[in-house]
T-cell receptor, first 109, second 112 residues
Framework: KNEVEQSPQNLTAQEGEFITINCSYS?????LHWLQQHPGGGIVSLFM???GKKKHGRLIATINIQEKHSSLHITASHPRDSAVYIC???????????FGTGTRLKVLA | EPEVTQTPSHQVTQMGQEVILRCVPI?????FYWYRQILGQKVEFLVS????????KSEIFDDQFSVERPDGSNFILKIRSTKLEDSAMYFC??????????FGPGTRLTVT
């Protein structure tokens, strides 16, 4: 079983739709990181969370430590949001990141 | 805003050759990391480095790999005697504490 699971694996949305990507983890964590990977392969950090909720522009990330679950929401999605979104959990025992397999998002105009 | 940089962006090498992947971490950071992502797979931890020595390494990081910080700015990953299966994106990251890591743009390594 993967220690960090993301769902869905693939997501196609129409421009303007509200999008949710989920991340569940089984290890104890110190923090959870949401990353965005564009087709060229580069990784951009979106959020680091240890509790509660963070918002940046149209992006919102939440985490529920008790349920070991985090969500990334995109409001008013746009084709430029098309990318792979990766959840990475910082293991509180080893302080190493454990990565999810990513959610491939495609937003159609 | 300070950022982690990596060079080259793409490296093509022949099987058996040595490659050097370079990273310039954010200047006041103390912790440095290398990760690998084989095409179509998830990102995997390779090694972490602190205080001029390896602090953690994964089972992937065998004798074929080495890291060093030869001066105050560069953080280098060397891969000796490259194999086809070493083809991947290699990401460097740095952090000022043990929590938030900042990722570089990656080096795409292609072994032919």
């Amino acid at each position: 079983k993967n220690e960090v699971e993301q769902s869905p694996q693939n997501l196609t949305a129409q421009e303007g739709e509200f999008i949710t990507i989920n991340c569940s983890y089984s290890v104890g964590i110190s923090a959870l990181h949401w990353l965005q990977q564009h087709p060229g392969g580069g990784i951009v950090s979106l959020f680091m969370l240890s509790s509660g909720k963070k918002k940046h522009g149209r992006l919102i990330a939440t985490i529920n430590i008790q349920e070991k679950h985090s969500s990334l929401h995109i409001t008013a999605s746009h084709p430029r949001d098309s990318a792979v979104y990766i959840c990475a959990a910082l293991d509180s025992g080893t302080y190493k990141y454990i990565f999810g397999t990513g959610t491939r998002l495609k937003v159609l105009a | 805003e300070p950022e982690v940089t990596q060079t080259p962006s793409h490296q093509v090498t022949q099987m058996g050759q040595e490659v050097i992947l370079r990273c310039v971490p954010i200047s006041n950071h103390l912790y440095f990391y290398w990760y690998r992502q084989i095409l179509g797979q998830k990102v995997e931890f390779l090694v972490s480095f602190y205080n001029n020595e390896i602090s953690e390494k994964s089972e992937i990081f065998d004798d074929q790999f080495s890291v060093e910080r030869p001066d105050g700015s560069n953080f280098i990953l060397k891969i000796r005697s490259t194999k086809l299966e070493d083809s991947a994106m290699y990401f460097c990251a740095s952090s000022g504490d043990i929590y938030e890591q900042y990722f570089g743009p990656g080096t795409r390594l292609t072994v032919t």
